[in-house]
């Protein structure tokens, strides 16, 4: 299945972004440091926003197949950026918490843990990227 992003340059290091399926639009912005203003998501917070938010999708996904109510669950990526040997993503490291009582027995988080770690775009992510992934069972 392909889905098509059309992008548009809007001026002063902005682009505009439009879901073909959707017809929803997003912005982004370059970070304060390199040179944009910081208004909006950059290019590289994008990458770090799905893979916060496939997590939580596989995570649904599986918490439905098994009658769990995973409502409240939260996911914080935190992008770090490296300079050398060029500018890149250098970690993204990703941490989930869950509501408390939501999953009880080992078993059941190991199906969830393993899931997350399987969704599409950790799995897209290139192997220099450090993308650990913590579990938090509140």
């Known amino acids: 299945m392909a889905v098509e992003i059309h992008g548009v340059y809007t001026g002063q290091l902005g682009c505009t972004a439009t879901h073909g399926p959707s017809g929803k639009t997003l912005t982004t912005d370059a970070p304060l440091d390199n040179g944009g203003k910081g208004e909006s ?30 409502t409240g669950a939260e996911v914080t990526v935190t992008k770090e950026m490296i ?9 993204l490291r990703t941490v989930v918490t869950l509501p408390a009582g939501s999953v009880t027995g080992a078993a059941m988080r190991t199906r969830l843990e ?25």
């Open 41 to 70: 998501f950059s290019p590289t917070d994008l990458v770090a926003t799905a893979l916060g938010s496939c997590v939580l999708t596989i995570l649904g996904l599986v918490a439905e197949r098994h009658e769990l109510d995973l």
């Open 83 to 91: 300079q050398q040997p060029v500018r890149r993503i250098g970690g």
């Open 114 to 138: 393993t899931a997350a770690r399987k969704c599409p775009v950790h799995q897209s992510i290139h192997p220099d990227i450090e993308a650990p992934i913590e579990f938090v069972y509140r």
